[in-house]
C-alpha cells in the first residue's frame, strides 16, 4: 500500500480482517470490524448484536445521550426482541474520570454479554474500559462527531487528576446514524471540526519527531490522515446549515483518525502540542473550582490556533548551541516542578514522576538533541512551512460559529502563557515546546506568542 493508493481506499476496505503490509515495515491492521455511518443506521443495530452473538446488550449513556439516541435504540432493540439492561449516568455533564468507570462497573449487569455505549467522546471512554474490565464485546453508537477516539484501543481519561491515555477495547462496531448526528449541538459539530485541525500540528510534529529523535513514522498513515483532514476542511462550511455530507465528512474523518492511531500504535497521527493545551486545561477544572474549560475538541481547535503561532515564531528562529546549554544549565527542575503543582495542581505529581522515569532534563541526552537540531535544522524547516497559517484557520473556525481563545472559558494571556510553557511535561512526546527548550527558547517564545 502506498500513500497515494490509501487516499481512495473505503473505511470498509480500511479495517478489513487481517490488515496490510507497509512499506514502514508494520502491518496495519483496525480493531474495528464495522462502520455504519448514514441515514437511519441505528435501525441495522439488531444486525450487529446478531453478529457479535450476543443475548443481551447493556445500554450505557448519559442524559442527553439516551435522548438524542438511546431511547430510539430501546424501541429497536423492543421491536427486535433482543433483552437489555441499560445505565444512565444520573448526573450531567458525565467526566471521564475513576468514578465514573466505578459507577458503570457496579451498575453492570453481568448477565450481559455485549456493551453498547450510546454518546460521543466521555461515554466511549467509559465504554472501552468497562467493556475490558468486564471482558465483553462492545458497540458505539455515536451521538455527534465530536472527536477522534471512536476507532482507538485507547481511552482518555482523568487518573488522580492527570489526563492519561489507558489501554482498553475497540469497538466491535461504529454506528453514526446521521438523523441522529446532523441533530448534534452546534457546539459538538465545531468540536470534530478543531479536533480534526488538531492534525495539521500532530502530523508535522511527527514528522519533526522522526528527524530528530529517529522515531517511528509512517508516510501511509500520514497520507489518509491528511486526506481525511482536508475533507472536514472542504466540507466545514455545510455544518452551520446541517447538511448531511458535511457532518458524514467529519465523522468520517473522527472515524479514521481513530483507525490511523491504530495503525501507528501510537497516537502521534492524532494529536500533538495543541492537545496538551486541552489536556491542562481540563486538569485544571478538575483540580480549581474557578479553573474554566470546554469541549475536549473546541479546546483542541483553539490549541491549534496557538500551535500556529508558535511554529510561525520558529520559522524565523537560528538554532544556537551555546544559548541551548545556558539555558538548560540554569534551568531549576525544583523550581519549575513547584509552579507545575502551583498552576496544574494534583495532576501535576504525576507529570513530575513521570519526568524522572522518562530524563527528559537529562543533560547528556539534552546534548544529543542540541546538536542533532542545529544539525538537521535545514530539514525541519520545510515542514513547519507546509503548515497552514493562523488566518486560515482562525478564518474556518470563525466561519462555523467555533471558538478562537482560551478567553472564552476565563483564561488570561499570562494563563494562557504558562499553559504553553508546561505542555511540555504532559506526555513523553517530543512536541514544539520540548524543542523549544532544547533551544533555550522556549521563555522567549512564550513571551513573543503570548503576550
Not at 105 to 117: A, K, Q
Not at 422 to 432: L, N
Request: hydrophobic share 40%; proline share 3%; glycine share 8%.
Amino acid at each position: 500500500m502506498t500513500a497515494e493508493e490509501i487516499k481512495s481506499i473505503s473505511l470498509e476496505k480500511l479495517i478489513e480482517a487481517g490488515g496490510f503490509d507497509c512499506d514502514c515495515g508494520k502491518r496495519h491492521s483496525a480493531g474495528t470490524r464495522k462502520i455504519m455511518i448514514g441515514q437511519g443506521a441505528v435501525d441495522r443495530l439488531p444486525e450487529l448484536i446478531a453478529e457479535c452473538g450476543a443475548n443481551k446488550v447493556f445500554l450505557l449513556s448519559g442524559h442527553d445521550s439516551f435522548t438524542a439516541a438511546g431511547e430510539k435504540i430501546c424501541k429497536v432493540l423492543d421491536s427486535a426482541g433482543i433483552a437489555y439492561a441499560r445505565h444512565v449516568f444520573p448526573v450531567s455533564p458525565v467526566m471521564a474520570t475513576e468514578h465514573s468507570v466505578g459507577s458503570a462497573v457496579m451498575h453492570f449487569d453481568y448477565e450481559c454479554d455485549l456493551i453498547v455505549g450510546v454518546g460521543s467522546g466521555v461515554i466511549n471512554d467509559i465504554g472501552k474500559v468497562l467493556a475490558r474490565a468486564t471482558g465483553r464485546q462492545y458497540i458505539i453508537v455515536a451521538t455527534a462527531p465530536s472527536m477522534d477516539g471512536y476507532a482507538s484501543a485507547t481511552s482518555s481519561m482523568e487518573l488522580d487528576g492527570l489526563k492519561v491515555s489507558l489501554d482498553s477495547t475497540c469497538p466491535q462496531a461504529i454506528v453514526g446514524d446521521l438523523d441522529i448526528l446532523c441533530q448534534a449541538p452546534m457546539r459538538l459539530l465545531q468540536a470534530g471540526v478543531g479536533d480534526m485541525l488538531a492534525k495539521y500540528i500532530s502530523l508535522t510534529e511527527w514528522k519533526i519527531a522522526n528527524i530528530l529523535l529517529g522515531e517511528y513514522y509512517c508516510p501511509v498513515v500520514v497520507a489518509l490522515v491528511e486526506n481525511a483532514l482536508e475533507k472536514v476542511v472542504s466540507a466545514a462550511h455545510g455544518l452551520v446549515r446541517r447538511e448531511p455530507e458535511a457532518v458524514k465528512a467529519v465523522m468520517e474523518g473522527m472515524v479514521i483518525s481513530g483507525i490511523a492511531m491504530e495503525y501507528a500504535g501510537l497516537s502521534r497521527p492524532a494529536s500533538g502540542l495543541e492537545h496538551y493545551f486541552s489536556h491542562i486545561w481540563d486538569m485544571r477544572a478538575l483540580a480549581f473550582e474557578d479553573a474554566g474549560s470546554d469541549l475536549h475538541g473546541i479546546q483542541c481547535g483553539i490549541g491549534t490556533l496557538y500551535s500556529l503561532k508558535v511554529y510561525d515564531y520558529m520559522r524565523h528562529i537560528r538554532p544556537d548551541v551555546s544559548t541551548g546549554i545556558s539555558y538548560v544549565n540554569k534551568f531549576s527542575t525544583d523550581e519549575w516542578n513547584d509552579s507545575l503543582i502551583e498552576f496544574i495542581g494534583p495532576g501535576a505529581f504525576a507529570m513530575i514522576a513521570a519526568e524522572k522515569r522518562e530524563g527528559k532534563y537529562d543533560i547528556v541526552k539534552h546534548r544529543d538533541r542540541l546538536s542533532r537540531i542545529v544539525e538537521k535544522w535545514e530539514e525541519i524547516v520545510p515542514i513547519i512551512d507546509s503548515l497552514p497559517s493562523y488566518d486560515e484557520v482562525y478564518s474556518l473556525l470563525k466561519a462555523i460559529g467555533a471558538p478562537v481563545s482560551a478567553g472564552d472559558f476565563g483564561y488570561t494571556k499570562e494563563q494562557i502563557r504558562t499553559t504553553f510553557k508546561m505542555t511540555k511535561d504532559v506526555r513523553d512526546k517530543y512536541i514544539a515546546s520540548r524543542l523549544l527548550w532544547d533551544l533555550g527558547l522556549l521563555d522567549e517564545a512564550a513571551d513573543c506568542v503570548f503576550r
